[in-house]
T-cell receptor, first 112, second 117 residues
Framework: SQQGEEDPQALSIQEGENATMNCSYK?????LQWYRQNSGRGLVHLIL?????REKHSGRLRVTLDTSKKSSSLLITASRAADTASYFC????????????FGTGTLLAVQP | GAVVSQHPSWVICKSGTSVKIECRSL??????MFWYRQFPKQSLMLMAT?????????EQGVEKDKFLINHASLTLSTLTVTSAHPEDSSFYIC?????????????FGNGTRLTVT
């Protein structure tokens, strides 16, 4: 089952522009993570934000988390053609589980 | 660090045969590993949680007799697709949770593309 839905499903921008992807989820979480997947490959972890954190930065990436709205956003600033990939949010549910449940994903295309 | 090796990268097999996929954590221990399945242009669907030394926990709708999971050591989990059929063709990805704690990110293998003819 999917825990999260991402919006938009696909996004095409020009190099240098910022890209924002949103993720909404359904149940309480321990943490929320963002991953990147190049076509047909494994996943690369980008950022983990805990349920008691509101914002986190890593290089050109900025992640926010609003637990009251059950939503998160990923901002990629000054995008590059190499940022072209699918981006997924994933949540570790509250309680004793360690399971990571993925959202539907956003396909980002950065045009050179 | 934190590398997960998944083997093979791709496999083509005939209907009715079984295929084994290996997932190894190379430089860390992982009591818990996860197996996901991904159809083209879709997200990852969790199939099962693999726990070292105990039975795997399968998600609803996943046939445990079809997808056999063995987690015999702290660094190796295997997924065997038994009596494979064309509808089992998919991209299978494993991930490992470092024993350092549940607020650690998962580390993913590069996936196995299975094609059943």
């Amino acid at each position: 089952s999917q825990q999260g839905e991402e919006d938009p499903q696909a996004l095409s921008i020009q190099e240098g522009e910022n890209a924002t992807m949103n993720c909404s989820y359904k149940t309480s979480i321990n943490n929320l993570q963002w991953y990147r997947q190049n076509s047909g490959r494994g996943l690369v972890h980008l950022i983990l934000i805990r349920s008691n954190e509101r914002e986190k930065h890593s290089g050109r990436l900025r992640v926010t988390l609003d637990t009251s709205k059950k939503s998160s956003s990923l901002l990629i600033t000054a995008s590059r053609a190499a940022d072209t990939a699918s981006y997924f949010c994933a949540t570790v549910l509250g309680g004793a589980t360690n399971k990571l449940i993925f959202g539907t994903g956003t396909l980002l295309a950065v045009q050179p | 660090g934190a590398v997960v090796s998944q083997h093979p990268s791709w496999v083509i097999c005939k209907s009715g045969t079984s295929v084994k996929i290996e997932c190894r954590s190379l430089d860390f221990q992982a009591t818990t590993m996860f197996w996901y399945r991904q159809f083209p242009k879709q997200s990852l669907m969790l199939m099962a949680t693999s726990n070292e030394g105990s039975k795997a926990t399968y998600e609803q709708g996943v046939e445990k007799d079809k997808f056999l999971i063995n987690h015999a050591s702290l660094t190796l989990s295997t997924l065997t697709v038994t009596s494979a059929h064309p509808e089992d063709s998919s991209f299978y990805i494993c991930s490992a949770l470092p024993d350092s704690g549940r607020n650690s990110p998962l580390h993913f293998g590069n996936g196995t593309r299975l094609t059943v003819t």
